[in-house]
Nanobody
Framework: QVQLVESGGGLVQAGDSLRLSCAAS????MAWFRQAPGKDREFVSAITRSGGTTYYADSVKGRFTISRDSVKNTMYLQMNSLKPEDTAVYYCAARAYLSGDVYSTGRYNYWGQGTQVTVSS
């Protein structure tokens, strides 16, 4: 069974940085999604199994960086220049391979429990 465990969320001020981690029990392609109150879960970023290809939502491009440590089976999301609109529960997701649609929640088979990120203005 695939297990994903997120950590690193918290309360920060606008302009601050935060790093999220997702420890996985398998080496799959992985992604970050987020869900703000009253909104649908949305794609943030994804990374292939090798870490060689990454994808970003336009809203975070240039501010967030996704990476992974294949030895530790851990994925990271470095979030810089945080804005109040980044406030959400951030979820780690995984699937065997990244092909085709990488942006839709329905294309991912496994999910973590989520970690809260709150950015105050």
């Amino acid at each position: 069974q695939v297990q994903l465990v997120e950590s690193g969320g918290g309360l920060v001020q606008a302009g601050d940085s935060l790093r999220l981690s997702c420890a996985a029990s398998v080496r799959y392609a992985m992604a970050w999604f987020r869900q703000a109150p009253g909104k649908d879960r949305e794609f943030v970023s994804a990374i292939t199994r090798s870490g060689g290809t990454t994808y970003y939502a336009d809203s975070v491009k240039g501010r967030f960086t996704i990476s992974r440590d294949s030895v530790k089976n851990t994925m990271y999301l470095q979030m810089n220049s945080l804005k109040p609109e980044d406030t959400a529960v951030y979820y780690c997701a995984a699937r065997a391979y990244l092909s085709g649609d990488v942006y839709s929640t329905g294309r991912y088979n496994y999910w973590g429990q989520g970690t809260q990120v709150t950015v105050s203005s």
